[in-house]
């Protein structure tokens, strides 16, 4: 029995906020560089 | 002088010859063999897929930038490999097929001292009657492909715009397909044009994978933490779908396509079927079709490669069930035991085993992702080979060679979710290590530090930026060699 449809139907929606903070220039300006320090962090393993 | 042959031209093998390049005397030489013209930025064939970007902005040629190198360049098919030579060769050969459209059908001979196979996957679309450009669906695993994958959805949309309820299914198009990642950011992006177009309400989007659960990836998923929580891919990835209204259908084996509908079985063993306007289906992967021979001119392809036609390196082959998979069965320097000096990188190698839980439906039936080396592990792959053959070929064969197991290795995946600069997304990821090692890292077999999953706009600029970072260095622009793999 494939349960994934019910999965989704209960999975959490991002609330308005949230999805505010996805598509804003200043906070996502932000994670763009957070997120590639994360990543930067995951190459210097492969170098070093 | 030393010659070391490059079967292939893509990520992998692009990655090994260029480094190849800058480490070797100018006595030494490095021939790439392939059978493309073109090298091409497989990424982001998604957005060609969906009409964001043309061929010329993911492909280039590569006969200039390795004449630019000192790179010989053999546009050909190996067919065949002979490690020991042959009686009327004392040194390892390959065979080749030329693909040059000025010498197509020749035959040829290239002798080595070094041989890096990077042949890539065979596009294994006959395992599943009907499916693929040839068939009754659509793929976007080559840059031709995704050409004609947007012009049908370009005529669904059209349809849309008229008044017309179209179905569109994205996915895998066989139980033991690789790259979900890819099928996932391709649904995402159809989603985004055919809301953009303003017809979302006449699509049903439906994504039909092999995955046992959504947020598998074929990497078993991800745990991370959130908000001091740890949470799944599985639950982060429901989330999404549940925000973009793509229905999932997940176990699923497709057993065959044909014209408007799709067939397949699912874990619990049913036989469904799903009727579609436009549909976009990977395709399994296997090996090329090479064979090799000892000096005598016997077949030794058994030994040299697996039953898919990958080809079989340091890894621990040994058959043994899910609960005894440990990360040390995995490759560490990519070199056949019996030929060290044969190296198998990116996609050609033959994995021990899964990533994800192998499961089968109850009528027998494999349905389990095949574990992913694309991308970042590709191209390490491809510069740990190259760095170990140059060393072999400075300080001789028994020089300690470097390792990089994706037991050990981390990656950077960014699945786009739509593009557009002010309104595109992505789910950016980092996972390490690859394959996960429950003695290192107990509970989920990966450091919760290193492993996060994010969704929004930036992931979006990271993709774009990346696009444009790595055609740089496949061009060897200057300072190529600074940007990591």
């Given at each position: 029995?494939?349960?994934?449809?019910?999965?989704?139907?209960?999975?959490?929606?991002?609330?308005?906020?949230?999805?505010?903070?996805?598509?804003?220039?200043l906070?996502?300006?932000?994670r763009?560089?957070?997120?590639n320090?994360?990543m930067a962090?995951?190459?210097?393993?492969e170098?070093? | 002088?030393?010659?070391?042959?490059?079967?292939?031209?893509?990520?992998?093998g692009?990655?090994?010859?260029?480094?190849?390049s800058?480490?070797?005397k100018?006595?030494?030489?490095?021939?790439?063999v392939?059978?493309?013209?073109?090298?091409?930025?497989?990424?982001s064939?998604?957005?060609?897929?969906v009409?964001?970007?043309?061929?010329?902005?993911?492909?280039?040629?590569?006969?200039?930038?390795?004449?630019?190198?000192g790179?010989?360049?053999?546009?050909?098919?190996?067919?065949?490999?002979?490690?020991?030579?042959?009686?009327?060769?004392?040194?390892?050969?390959?065979?080749l097929?030329?693909?040059d459209?000025s010498?197509?059908?020749?035959?040829?001979e290239?002798?080595?001292?070094?041989?890096?196979?990077?042949?890539?996957?065979?596009?294994?679309?006959?395992?599943?009657p009907g499916?693929?450009?040839?068939?009754?669906?659509?793929?976007?695993?080559?840059?031709?492909h995704?050409?004609?994958?947007?012009?049908a959805l370009?005529?669904?949309i059209?349809?849309?715009?008229r008044?017309e309820?179209?179905?569109?299914?994205?996915?895998m198009?066989?139980?033991?397909?690789?790259?979900?990642?890819?099928?996932?950011e391709?649904?995402?992006?159809v989603?985004?044009?055919?809301?953009q177009?303003?017809?979302?309400d006449?699509?049903?989007?439906?994504?039909?994978?092999?995955e046992?659960?959504?947020?598998?990836?074929?990497?078993?998923?991800?745990?991370?933490?959130?908000?001091g929580?740890?949470?799944?891919?599985?639950?982060?990835?429901?989330?999404?779908?549940?925000?973009?209204?793509?229905?999932?259908?997940?176990?699923?084996?497709?057993?065959?396509?044909?014209e408007?509908?799709?067939?397949?079985?699912?874990?619990?063993?049913t036989?469904?079927?799903?009727?579609?306007?436009?549909?976009?289906?990977?395709?399994?992967f296997r090996?090329?079709?090479?064979?090799?021979?000892?000096?005598q001119?016997?077949d030794?392809?058994?030994e040299?490669?697996a039953?898919?036609g990958?080809?079989?390196?340091?890894?621990?082959?040994t058959?043994?069930p899910f609960?005894?998979?440990?990360?040390e069965?995995?490759?560490?320097?990519?070199?056949?035991?019996?030929?060290?000096?044969i190296?198998?990188?990116?996609?050609?190698?033959?994995?021990?085993?899964?990533?994800?839980?192998?499961?089968k439906s109850?009528?027998?039936?494999v349905?389990?992702p095949?574990p992913?080396?694309?991308?970042?592990?590709s191209?390490?792959?491809g510069?740990?080979a190259a760095?170990?053959?140059a060393?072999?070929?400075?300080?001789?064969?028994?020089?300690r060679?470097?390792?990089?197991?994706?037991?050990?290795?981390?990656?950077?995946?960014?699945?786009?979710?739509g593009s557009?600069?002010?309104h595109?997304?992505?789910a950016?990821?980092?996972?390490?290590?690859?394959?996960?090692?429950?003695?290192?890292?107990?509970?989920?077999?990966?450091?919760?530090?290193?492993?996060?999953?994010?969704i929004?706009?930036a992931?979006?600029w990271?993709k774009?930026?990346?696009?444009?970072m790595f055609i740089y260095k496949?061009?060897a622009?200057?300072?190529?060699?600074l940007?990591?793999?």
């Amino acid at each position: 029995m494939d349960h994934t449809a019910d999965d989704i139907a209960s999975a959490p929606l991002p609330t308005p906020a949230t999805l505010r903070a996805r598509s804003s220039l200043l906070v996502q300006l932000e994670r763009f560089l957070a997120i590639n320090l994360k990543m930067a962090k995951i190459i210097r393993k492969e170098h070093h | 002088m030393a010659r070391v042959v490059v079967l292939g031209g893509g990520i992998a093998g692009h990655t090994a010859a260029l480094h190849l390049s800058r480490m070797l005397k100018r006595s030494d030489e490095v021939v790439v063999v392939t059978p493309n013209s073109n090298w091409n930025w497989i990424p982001s064939n998604i957005w060609v897929g969906v009409g964001k970007m043309k061929t010329e902005q993911v492909t280039f040629a590569l006969g200039p930038i390795y004449k630019r190198r000192g790179i010989g360049y053999e546009q050909a098919l190996a067919t065949a490999i002979h490690p020991e030579g042959d009686a009327t060769h004392d040194s390892p050969f390959v065979e080749l097929t030329y693909t040059d459209p000025s010498r197509s059908g020749e035959h040829g001979e290239l002798t080595y001292d070094y041989l890096i196979n990077a042949t890539g996957p065979k596009l294994n679309f006959g395992a599943t009657p009907g499916l693929g450009p040839d068939g009754h669906s659509h793929s976007v695993c080559t840059s031709g492909h995704a050409v004609e994958a947007s012009a049908a959805l370009r005529d669904s949309i059209a349809r849309m715009k008229r008044g017309e309820r179209q179905t569109l299914v994205v996915g895998m198009g066989h139980g033991t397909c690789t790259c979900e990642g890819a099928a996932f950011e391709y649904a995402f992006n159809v989603e985004h044009e055919v809301r953009q177009a303003g017809v979302r309400d006449l699509a049903d989007i439906v994504y039909l994978t092999n995955e046992y659960e959504l947020g598998d990836f074929g990497v078993g998923g991800l745990t991370f933490t959130q908000q001091g929580f740890q949470t799944t891919s599985k639950l982060w990835t429901e989330s999404l779908f549940r925000e973009r209204g793509i229905r999932a259908v997940t176990g699923a084996h497709v057993t065959a396509v044909e014209e408007g509908a799709v067939h397949y079985e699912q874990l619990d063993g049913t036989f469904n079927s799903l009727a579609f306007d436009f549909a976009m289906l990977l395709p399994p992967f296997r090996g090329v079709d090479l064979k090799a021979f000892d000096r005598q001119g016997d077949d030794i392809g058994a030994e040299l490669f697996a039953p898919n036609g990958f080809m079989k390196v340091d890894a621990d082959y040994t058959a043994k069930p899910f609960e005894e998979w440990r990360a040390e069965d995995w490759p560490r320097t990519y070199q056949v035991p019996r030929f060290p000096n044969i190296f198998a990188v990116g996609i050609a190698f033959a994995p021990p085993h899964q990533i994800s839980e192998p499961r089968k439906s109850s009528n027998g039936t494999v349905i389990a992702p095949s574990p992913p080396r694309t991308g970042m592990p590709s191209g390490i792959m491809g510069k740990l080979a190259a760095t170990n053959v140059a060393a072999m070929i400075e300080q001789g064969d028994a020089v300690r060679v470097r390792s990089a197991s994706m037991a050990d290795m981390g990656a950077a995946c960014v699945a786009s979710a739509g593009s557009g600069l002010r309104h595109g997304s992505a789910a950016s990821m980092t996972m390490y290590p690859v394959v996960p090692d429950l003695q290192k890292y107990p509970g989920t077999g990966r450091s919760l530090k290193d492993t996060f999953g994010e969704i929004g706009l930036a992931g979006h600029w990271i993709k774009l930026a990346l696009h444009y970072m790595f055609i740089y260095k496949a061009k060897a622009r200057p300072g190529w060699h600074l940007i990591p793999e």
